[in-house]
């Protein structure tokens, strides 16, 4: 009897708490009241990654710690915080990966050295290319 | 031959070649997925000022002056609604058995969940701090529970652990408090 009952349990998914029961933080989804600071807080949160859900945004992602960023964020916006300083603050924290908009550094210039280098090239040769068949 | 049949030739493969590429890049990415794991680059810093209310009636709250008394220590971050929380427990009450004072921060979590938590999975904590909007979480670059932080005598952060210990992980966490100590 009580291995049936076991195998009937087995059926039944038992809930496991995975989130906290909490409520969000107080500007996670509340709006700054002046718009031209929500605009800066929202542009910001647009371009820094949420480390749960690591391909969004925070300003795209409703997990709990996305939502206590996107509340820091706003609430140092309006106490007049520079969107760039917060952000550099970010990359103290958890380095350039938090941010969606990536600096020149000795690691990431290739990634603007090589279209301008190739663009360069690219020129060159249709230059040549077309210079030749004026030639003819 | 001349020469440019024998360069066509040659590149009548290059797209078979180039697709045999990415068969190579997309199994290697399948096998080996990339590292999602955000590191703290808090690492060799001082914990920032922070100041957070005691998380349950029995343990005192926790502030950055509670890390400056000369001894390192661990900073376990954790929540009751976490479950890998819950599955290091022994592994803390195991550190905390030799000698080793570990502080916590309660992540989003409430006074009742944390007690409840506590008395089914022991507690190895001397102080425990309630961090309610992740405050002091995104101080120290921390992106997820559990996560445990070696901090040394001054207050400064010098190793962090992402994840749940495990019970092979106990000894290095020793090391790394005793590497804190000189």
Redesign the interface.
């Known amino acids: 009897m009580r291995a049936f009952l076991l195998f009937l349990l087995a059926f039944f998914a038992a809930p496991?708490?995975?989130?906290?029961?909490?409520p969000p933080?107080?500007f996670a989804y509340r709006q700054l009241d002046d718009p031209a600071q929500e605009e800066k807080a929202q542009a910001l949160m647009e371009t820094v990654r949420c480390?749960?859900c690591?391909s969004q945004s925070i300003a795209d992602s409703d997990a709990?710690?996305a939502g206590?960023?996107r509340?820091?964020i706003r609430m140092r916006i309006a106490a007049g915080e520079d969107p760039e300083a917060i952000r550099a603050w970010?990359?103290?924290?958890?380095?350039d990966?938090?941010s969606y908009s990536p600096r020149i550094t000795s690691l990431t210039w290739p990634l603007f050295a090589i279209p301008v280098v190739l663009m360069t090239l690219a020129f060159l040769l249709l230059r040549r290319r077309f210079g030749r068949k004026g030639d003819v | 031959m001349s020469e440019s049949t024998k360069s066509s030739r040659w590149a009548l493969w290059l797209p078979l070649a180039i697709f045999a590429a990415f068969v190579v890049l997309a199994v290697a990415g399948l096998l080996w997925p990339a590292q999602r794991e955000v590191a703290s680059a808090m690492i060799g810093k001082p914990l920032p000022e922070f100041n957070l209310p005691a998380a349950v009636p029995d343990r005192p709250s926790l502030s950055k002056a509670d890390f400056a008394d000369g001894k390192p220590r661990l900073l376990n971050i954790f929540a009751s609604w976490c479950i890998p929380c819950a599955v290091e427990s022994p592994q803390l009450a195991q550190l905390s058995a030799a000698g080793v004072e570990i502080h916590g921060i309660a992540i989003r979590d409430r006074t009742e969940d944390v007690s409840s938590f506590l008395a089914r999975n022991g507690n190895p904590f001397s102080r425990i701090g309630r961090d309610d909007v992740s405050q002091v979480q995104l101080g120290i670059g921390s992106s997820g529970v559990p996560e445990t932080f070696v901090i040394d005598g001054k207050g400064v952060i010098r190793y962090q652990h992402i994840g749940d210990i495990r019970p092979e992980q106990v000894p290095m966490i020793l090391e790394k408090l005793q590497e804190a100590a000189q």
């Open positions: 496991v708490a995975a989130q906290d029961t909490m933080a107080p480390l749960k690591q709990p710690m206590d960023m509340s820091q970010l990359v103290e924290r958890y380095g990966y938090v």
